[in-house]
């Protein structure tokens, strides 16, 4: 490769290092109108130089092709940026809506397509070769139809675009200069050098001297960019109204240089733009503007300057602000001075007009002050006193509460309108001048108040009062003797407020509070029981399983079970009770849950009491606990056998809730929707009032001391209201009692009913366990009944002495049974510390608690099994083992997936 040629490349790389670094530059200052679509077609630039300098480089035909074509994109966005930059510059981007954009991109794309599929079509080439040309082997190209197209197209773009940014420049109050001819000189070059190039006007047709004219191109574009700023500020600032503004203006650029002057500046300055233009103002105005230090802060000045002398002098108001880009940063200042001279001595003449004036209104101001003095005096008072007056009427009568006067007689002189609505009167006049005493239940209590009020002066308490309609009403009463300034009584006045419903929430809020802390403390003492329980009913079975079938003691030891399985009974109504037994919710039909006990409820009723289902076809579902629904059905028909000593009819109903009902449970505060109907109702002996209003306390009961405990209703009370539902009770003495469930209706198939399946045989095995238990009995239970099961046994009392038993033995253990809630270290903390030493552990847990306080343990997760204490042999044997053979293969090694699949099984604490 001779030297000419390798300075042809010399100077393709200089035009894409010119086109780069301009690129660089424009890209900083892209707030500018047409900025950013500057420097991309500069980026263009950038990749078509360096691109063709790769091509010439080549020495293969495939190589030269492919360089060609990496060229292309470039070539094709050429005509569209700079139609687009022009258009941007000349604040026309109205005319670029994105659809319009993607039209212009249509021919460019379909070109750039058809060149790298060149070979399948010979559209943009016919042929491709290597041909020699002086000293070099350049790729000489027959064009073909579509080559013609892309260039006519590309020739439209960068005509149209420049003529845009001729008019733009035209359009300018002053022509562009050497401004515009820079930048229209330095796109029309390549493209002319383009023309020689396609049309063989050279006699050295190769290379493609478009790249090369590039390098000179973009030193003009640059010269027009970084001299005359022409995507600086000056396109922003210098618009048409500018230069027809009276005002002022000269636009700085960001190190005080005069970028533009306005006519009006100009004249007002005695100056010519093209001689200012360029040059620092400190340097050309210091004599009118003074110093410019103040001008370096971003704020803006505000101030007035003096030019000329004697009458020529004239004053301007200077202004003085930054002006900032769209990034925040100081882009230059605007300084606008406005001729402020005539409104000046417009204000000096009104000055002294106005100080006149003055002078003769104060004159007359003071007459006219000290003859309405009096007036005013007396008028202000009055309206004083006339505003308190309304003011004090309005607010008697707008009192919610009810307000009355009386004379000393005690007849009634004034009611508000609250007095009038309580009392249930149609007017005021059918109450003014009767006796105080006649409102109330005892008038004689009514007299005493009265008197008291001329002995003390005021009284303050309770009274019953009564309607026009005869019903009664208990109200609060504060009444007080007024007196005037010498302290003289003149009449009585009192005000009224009706406490009936206070007094109903107060009763409502006590019984809460009465039923809340009696939940608390049954709940407390059921977990206590549980403990006892799962002793005593443990080591029964234990004994019971130990004895043959002929031993006399098994009857004995059997009453001992029946009677733990009714206390366990019992403390499960009292965790009812106190809301914390968990519930296991799925949906069911009520209609199967009383099928389901018709058998078991006729042994528990008497023979002489007939059992009616009268079961709804079409009733909906709802989501409860099975086994508490179960135990609310018990429960009442229970009751309902003791109302029928003499035998009876019990009917169990199941129906949909009437539109009525719904209605009036949403009056209630209940959620609303649609409910479902559950109806136990008997025709025994009924209750009163007085004991209907007591029936849900816990622990009242009307039976003989032996015969109830009194938690029966509570508990049914407590698992409806878990449930989401409400109850009624509907009973008159000697008629029977009905009681109503409402239950909330759900969307779903309702699972299948629970069957009885025989229990296998009691699970043994001969793996070893860990017992960690801080109760000693519970620990020694659960010890003894893995024993007897063939299980080696490991007890520790508490998780730190756990961990030092397994530290002091190699072998593995197989199943950790954990109580939950331990002193020192929770049940899960130490579950974890032992997966982490041994991987393939079972974890059992043990808790009585099932409610917040194990899921604060961290426990209680999906897939977590749950029984509630006392637990039995049988339960604790097929747990263990459930738990030891249950899903191994799934396991792998997974720690979290372990951690979640972690049984527990509810022993207490």
Known sequence: MDPGFSSYETALLAAAAASGVLAYFVWRNRPAPGAGSFALLMLAVTEWSLGYVLELGSAHLAAKALWANIQY???????????????????????????????????????????????????????????????????????GIWFWVHSAYSYLLVTVGTLVLT????????????????????????????????????????????????????????????????????PVARTAAMESMRDGVIVLDPLDRIVDVNPAAEGILGCVAQNVIGRRVSQVFSECFGSTQRWQSEAVNDSEIVLGE????????????????RDGSLAG??????????????????????????????????????????????????????????????????SISAMALADLEGSLTYVNPAFRQLWGH????????????????????????????????????????????????????????????????????????????????????????????????????????????????????????????????????????????RAAALTKQLLAFGRRDDQSMEVVSLNDVLTGMAKMLRPVISEEIKLELVLAKDLGNVRVDRGQIEQVVMNLAVNARDAMPTGGTLILETRNAKASEEYLLQRRNHEPGRYVVLVVSDNGCGMTPEVQERIFEPFFTTKAPGKGTGLGLSTVYAIVKQSGGAIDVRSHPGQGTAFRMFLPRVEGRAAAAHRDVRLAPLPQGQETILVVEDDDNVRGLATNMLRHMGYAVLEAVSGPHALSLLRERPEPINLALLDVVMPQMSGHELA?????????????????????????????????????????????ARKVRQALDGNGEERLRDRSYRSSRQTAMMSPR
Not at 170 to 178: D, E, W, Y
Not at 438 to 451: G, H, L, N, S, Y
Not at 848 to 858: C, F, L, M, R
């Open 310 to 325: 004697g009458e020529d002098r004239w004053r301007f108001r200077l202004q003085i602000g930054p002006i900032h880009k």
């Open 73 to 143: 994109p470039a070539i094709v966005s050429v005509p569209v940026l700079w139609l687009v930059f022009s258009l941007h510059y000349a604040g026309l981007d109205k005319w670029l809506p994105r659809h319009r954009l993607c039209l212009l991109s249509v021919i460019p794309v379909v070109t750039l397509l058809l060149a790298w599929s060149n070979e399948s079509h010979h559209l943009l080439w016919t042929n491709l070769r290597l041909e020699r040309t002086n000293s070099f082997v350049a790729l000489a190209k027959t064009f």
């Open 832 to 876: 974890q510390r032992l997966l982490d030493q041994h991987d393939r552990l079972e974890v059992l847990y043990m808790s009585g608690y099932t409610d917040s306080t194990i899921a604060k343990h961290g426990v209680l997760r999906p897939g977590v099994n749950f029984m509630q204490k006392p637990f039995t042999m049988d339960t604790l």
């Open 426 to 565: 149609d007017s005021h006049e059918e109450l003014l001048g009767r006796s105080v005493t006649a409102f109330w239940q005892d008038q004689a209590k009514a007299a005493e108040i009265v008197r008291a009020l001329s002995s003390k002066g005021h009284w303050i308490g309770t009274l019953v009062a009564k309607r026009k309609d005869g019903t009664t009403f208990e109200v609060e009463l504060a009444a007080s003797m007024v007196t005037d300034e010498a302290g003289r009584p003149i009449c009585m006045m009192a005000s009224f407020n009706d406490i009936t419903e206070r007094k109903r929430l107060e009763e409502q809020l006590r019984q809460a509070a009465k039923m809340e802390a009696i939940g608390q403390l049954a709940g407390g003492i059921a977990h206590d029981f549980n403990n006892l329980l799962t002793v005593i009913n443990g080591y029964g079975g234990l004994l019971l399983a130990s004895l043959p079938p002929d031993d006399p003691a098994r009857q004995y030891l059997a009453e001992i079970r029946a009677a733990g399985s």
């Open 167 to 234: 008019r733009t420049f035209l359009r300018m109050p002053r022509a562009p200069g050497s401004r515009g001819r820079a930048l229209v000189s330095g796109v029309l070059a390549p493209w002319a050098a383009n023309l020689v190039y396609i049309f063989r006007l050279s006699s050295l047709p190769y290379p493609d001297p478009t790249a090369f004219v590039f390098a000179v191109s973009s030193l003009a574009m640059a010269f027009g960019v970084l001299r005359y700023r022409l995507l600086g500020i000056l």
């Open 333 to 398: 200042r605007l300084v606008v001075f406005s001729d402020v001279t005539e409104s000046r001595r417009s204000e000096e003449r009104l000055r002294a007009a106005r100080d006149q004036l003055e002078l003769r209104v104060q004159e007359r101001t003071a007459e006219l002050a000290r003859a309405n003095q009096a007036l005013q005096t007396e008028l202000s008072e009055r309206e004083r006193v006339e505003q308190v007056l309304r003011t004090r009427d309005w607010a008697i009568r707008s």
